[in-house]
């Protein structure tokens, strides 16, 4: 199982490294990873896996969500499935 993280904002030093931890604290192993900095604002782009996470995929997005408040971040993580659909024309 696979899930897709999207984090944007205003570029800031640890990014990487609270969102990385975070998800190995939990379980999750990055597999892709792909960022960039477009003037001031931060993108990044991760496919992990989640076969492995030690609790439910909506409870571990939802500390996502929350994690991306505590650094000033916009943190999502959504079911592969479910991104793939959500972007499928």
């Given amino acids: 199982m696979r899930a897709v993280v999207t984090v944007t904002g205003k570029d800031k030093k640890g990014i990487i490294a609270k969102i990385?931890?975070?998800?190995s604290e939990k379980g999750a192993n990055i597999e892709d990873i792909s960022q960039t900095i477009?003037?001031?604002?931060?993108?990044?782009?991760?496919?992990?896996?989640i076969s492995s996470i030690t609790e439910e995929l909506s409870v571990l997005a939802k500390e996502c969500n929350e994690l991306g408040k505590k650094i000033g971040?916009?943190?999502?993580?959504?079911?592969e499935d479910i991104f793939n659909a959500m972007h499928n024309v």
């Fill in 73 to 79: 971040m916009s943190v999502y993580m959504q079911h």
């Fill in 38 to 49: 477009l003037g001031e604002y931060f993108a990044m782009i991760m496919i992990v896996d």
């Fill in 20 to 23: 990385s931890t975070f998800l």
